[in-house]
């Protein structure tokens, strides 16, 4: 059996391992890591929670400290690209403890702040560079940050790198790196549309697959309970009565359906918080902060936070509703059931959402079980919306309450 001794990593990255926790590669790291000590293209692809970031990270920390070079000024050696925000930041923390006793300087580029602190940061150059597209490409317009020292690419979650709407920038972002150059992509799925776009960035490239059958992760339990749309908040409330509901991630396909259950939520007295794309950068961060701290029991989300999040003891993942592409499905439910631990997923479905739950059990290749919910009649009654609406107010500090109502009896009379 391997360690991380026997696949060539220095003294420096064994401590910080050994403090870590980490006994032991898993087997994404131990079929990764010589292959990027060697200098090798590589794809690699394993399920969610199996440590894909240190496959990629140890390596990267590995060649950038033993080959010493100055970084220039406003350059980067080394540049990770993420899909989403949260994810840059966890990715550049992830690199900062197992990198802590290496002194590699690092910098994260991301949209939604104040671009001043970025800029500084980039100043003088870095050797590893953690960027989501939109912000980096910007900042390489604006002349703050040069590419063409990148020695070194990783395209995190690169399926969803290269989806319709990322695809444009990271192809202008990968023709600014040098050509000799060495690179790689991580992912849990790799849908085979996408292979063509691989050949673009990867050089005769090393595949490392450690799927067993499952495209997910062995370890969730999951299950699917058919329920109308219009009845799927108090189900949840229901399920969330059960204290063995002890973390958990609630999924919705958008962000105003994010913001209502939150709402309902609130109202039933669990705490939660939501992150969804309509909320500044500050309180994405935020809620999802207090989520890994344990101050907020119940995080509701949209995609943005399906892939690469690594929290803790994950209890349980609810997609309220099921996302409209499969590969979502399987890096949500990820979410739980990380680094050995287990999980369970329940997936609400409304009669119209069955052709997502067809599309999903397609790619996992196997019939997730249905379980019928065990709420008493009355407990389902649907919210009643005409309460709703009396009680809505919208956002925003201009919103002043309507004077006048409408009245269903018909306009006031006059006293005679
Ligand atoms: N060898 C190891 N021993 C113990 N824990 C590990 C090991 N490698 C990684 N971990 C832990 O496992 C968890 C999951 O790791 P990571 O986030 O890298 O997974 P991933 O494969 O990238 O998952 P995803 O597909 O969801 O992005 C992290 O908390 C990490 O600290
Ligand atoms: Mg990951």
């Given at each position: 059996?391997?360690?991380?001794?026997?696949?060539?990593?220095?003294?420096?990255?064994?401590?910080?391992?050994?403090a870590?926790?980490?006994?032991?590669?898993?087997?994404?790291?131990?079929?990764?890591?010589?292959?990027?000590?060697?200098?090798?293209?590589?794809?690699?692809?394993?399920q969610?929670g199996t440590?894909?970031t240190a496959?990629?990270?140890?390596?990267?920390?590995?060649?950038?400290?033993?080959?010493?070079?100055r970084?220039?000024?406003?350059?980067?050696?080394?540049?990770?690209?993420?899909?989403?925000?949260?994810?840059?930041?966890?990715?550049?923390?992830?690199?900062?403890?197992?990198?802590r006793?290496?002194?590699?300087?690092?910098?994260?580029?991301?949209g939604?702040?104040?671009?001043?602190?970025?800029?500084?940061?980039?100043?003088?150059?870095?050797?590893?560079?953690?960027?989501?597209?939109?912000?980096?490409?910007?900042?390489?317009?604006?002349g703050?940050?040069?590419?063409n020292?990148a020695?070194?690419?990783?395209?995190?979650?690169?399926d969803?790198?290269?989806?319709?709407?990322f695809i444009?920038?990271v192809?202008?972002?990968?023709?600014?790196l040098?050509?000799?150059r060495?690179?790689?992509?991580?992912?849990?799925?790799?849908?085979?549309e996408?292979?063509?776009?691989?050949?673009?960035v990867?050089?005769?490239?090393?595949?490392v697959?450690?799927s067993?059958?499952?495209?997910?992760?062995?370890?969730?339990?999951?299950?699917?309970?058919p329920?109308e749309?219009?009845?799927?908040r108090a189900?949840?409330?229901?399920?969330?009565?059960?204290?063995?509901?002890?973390?958990?991630?609630?999924?919705?396909?958008?962000?105003?359906?994010?913001?209502?259950?939150?709402?309902?939520?609130?109202?039933?007295?669990?705490?939660?918080?939501?992150?969804?794309?309509?909320?500044?950068?500050?309180?994405?961060?935020?809620a999802?902060d207090?989520?890994k701290?344990?101050?907020v029991?119940?995080l509701v989300?949209?995609?943005?936070?399906?892939?690469g999040?690594?929290?803790?003891?994950?209890?349980?993942v609810?997609?309220?509703?099921?996302?409209?592409?499969a590969?979502?499905?399987?890096h949500?439910?990820?979410?739980?059931?990380?680094a050995?631990?287990?999980?369970i997923?329940?997936?609400?479905?409304?009669?119209?959402?069955?052709t997502?739950?067809?599309?999903?059990?397609?790619?996992?290749?196997?019939?997730?079980?249905?379980?019928?919910?065990?709420?008493?009649?009355?407990?389902?009654?649907?919210?009643n919306?005409?309460?709703?609406?009396?009680n809505?107010?919208p956002e925003?500090?201009?919103?002043?309450?309507?004077?006048?109502?409408?009245?269903?009896?018909?306009?006031?009379?006059?006293?005679?």
């Amino acid at each position: 059996m391997s360690t991380f001794e026997s696949l060539g990593l220095s003294e420096p990255l064994l401590r910080a391992l050994a403090a870590e926790n980490y006994t032991q590669p898993t087997p994404i790291q131990t079929r990764a890591i010589p292959a990027l000590l060697n200098g090798r293209d590589l794809l690699g692809i394993a399920q969610t929670g199996t440590g894909k970031t240190a496959a990629f990270g140890l390596p990267l920390l590995q060649k950038l400290s033993q080959d010493r070079v100055r970084p220039a000024p406003k350059s980067c050696r080394a540049l990770i690209l993420a899909p989403t925000r949260e994810l840059a930041v966890q990715i550049d923390q992830s690199l900062k403890t197992y990198g802590r006793h290496l002194g590699l300087r690092q910098a994260v580029i991301l949209g939604g702040v104040n671009q001043n602190k970025q800029v500084n940061a980039m100043r003088n150059g870095v050797d590893i560079l953690v960027a989501t597209p939109g912000r980096l490409l910007d900042l390489v317009k604006q002349g703050h940050v040069r590419l063409n020292q990148a020695h070194q690419l990783i395209l995190d979650e690169a399926d969803r790198m290269f989806d319709m709407g990322f695809i444009k920038d990271v192809r202008k972002i990968v023709a600014l790196l040098p050509k000799d150059r060495q690179s790689m992509l991580f992912s849990a799925t790799m849908p085979r549309e996408i292979v063509e776009l691989i050949g673009e960035v990867l050089y005769q490239y090393e595949r490392v697959e450690v799927s067993p059958p499952t495209v997910t992760a062995d370890r969730i339990e999951q299950r699917v309970i058919p329920v109308e749309q219009r009845k799927k908040r108090a189900l949840l409330t229901h399920l969330l009565a059960d204290p063995a509901l002890s973390r958990v991630i609630v999924f919705t396909r958008t962000k105003h359906v994010a913001n209502r259950v939150a709402e309902h939520l609130e109202k039933a007295g669990v705490v939660s918080d939501a992150i969804h794309g309509n909320k500044s950068q500050n309180a994405r961060q935020r809620a999802l902060d207090g989520f890994k701290a344990g101050k907020v029991r119940v995080l509701v989300a949209t995609d943005i936070a399906a892939r690469g999040v690594d929290v803790e003891n994950v209890s349980h993942v609810i997609n309220f509703e099921l996302p409209n592409d499969a590969e979502s499905y399987v890096h949500r439910i990820g979410r739980t059931a990380r680094a050995g631990a287990e999980g369970i997923a329940i997936s609400f479905c409304d009669p119209s959402e069955k052709t997502f739950l067809r599309d999903i059990e397609r790619l996992v290749k196997r019939q997730l079980p249905v379980v019928p919910h065990d709420l008493p009649a009355e407990a389902l009654q649907p919210v009643n919306i005409h309460e709703e609406r009396r009680n809505y107010k919208p956002e925003g500090r201009n919103y002043k309450q309507p004077r006048h109502r409408w009245n269903p009896r018909g306009p006031r009379r006059k006293a005679a």
